[in-house]
């Protein structure tokens, strides 16, 4: 839903409808999330077991998603901003699922201290590559 600037100075929604159309799952209707659904709720802050509708649908996805952010033809050529504290971690950032496992089963400390994936956990982590 491409966000236009208003003479208010407020953005709102073009409703080109690219978020939901891309959305893998259809969690978006209507300019509205259905969290529910949204694999990056499903696979960051869903604390139970993964159903096999919620299964299905992560498909290959282990952490997150994006998918509605990236098509937005809002987001389109705006910088990125890159905060000091976010270093990204080339290993992690590079790495097949096969290595990302492994590197949770053998030493998810090690693996995953001071990322994003600390905050779920290795339990968690490894409860979505189930998943997948």
């Given amino acids: 839903l491409l966000m236009h600037l208003q003479s208010s100075g407020k953005y709102v929604c073009s409703k080109c409808m690219k ?10 209707k209507g300019g509205v999330l259905d969290a529910a659904k949204c694999l990056a709720n499903q696979t960051i802050e869903y604390r139970g077991e993964l159903t096999a ?8 996805v ?3 998603c994006g998918i509605c952010v990236n098509v937005c033809p809002f987001n389109a050529g ?10 990204v971690r080339e290993d992690l950032a590079c790495a097949d699922k096969t290595s990302l496992y492994k ?3 053998d ?5 995953f201290t001071n990322t994003p994936i600390e905050r779920i956990g290795q339990e ?3 409860r ?3 998943a997948s």
């Fill in 19 to 28: 978020c939901e159309i891309e959305c893998p799952v259809g969690a978006l």
């Fill in 53 to 60: 509708e919620q299964r299905t649908a992560a498909g290959d």
């Fill in 62 to 64: 282990v952490f997150g």
């Fill in 78 to 87: 705006k910088p990125i901003k890159m905060d000091s504290s976010w270093n």
């Fill in 103 to 105: 590197l949770a089963v």
């Fill in 107 to 111: 030493n998810f400390a090690a693996g």
């Fill in 124 to 126: 968690r982590f490894l």
């Fill in 128 to 130: 979505n590559f189930l």
